[in-house]
């Protein structure tokens, strides 16, 4: 790396858990700034967060691949960019699953909470 830039094609997160308070202020887990770089997340639980539990910015290609995201204060999931879920489950948020702005793809069969947001990164109704 140089600086906060990031030069690496693809990152895996591999049977990675991650537990945050509810009570904390931050999010669980953040993916910022990886630009095109390939971030996979496959088989990992990320549980807790006092704001959401992933938050994605700055990051367009994003695939969450057996994933599962629960019990956050906010929402499961909150994206500024378009990712990937696949066979994946958003659950027991405070809010609701996803608020994705840039839109999401679903893959296989995902269990997510619903929300007011679309896969195409627009709100309902």
């Not at 049977?15 to 630009?35: L, N, Q, Y």
């Not at 992933?54 to 057996?66: A, G, W």
Request: net charge negative; aromatic share 8%; glycine share 14%.
């Amino acid at each position: 790396t140089k600086g906060d830039e990031n030069y690496f094609e693809s990152i895996t997160f591999l049977s990675v858990e991650v537990h945050c308070p509810r009570k904390s202020t931050k999010d669980a887990f953040e993916i910022h700034d990886c630009g095109p770089a390939k971030v996979l997340l496959m088989c990992c639980e990320i549980v807790g967060g006092g704001a959401d539990g992933l938050f994605i910015n700055n990051s367009t290609n994003v695939h969450l691949l057996e994933t599962d995201i629960s019990l956050p204060h906010g929402r499961g999931i909150l994206a500024n960019d378009h990712f990937v879920i696949e066979e994946s489950a958003v659950y027991n948020c405070g809010a609701y699953g996803i608020e994705g702005r840039g839109g999401w793809d679903e893959r296989g069969d995902n269990h997510i909470q619903p929300g007011p947001w679309t896969a195409q990164g627009g709100r309902r109704g």
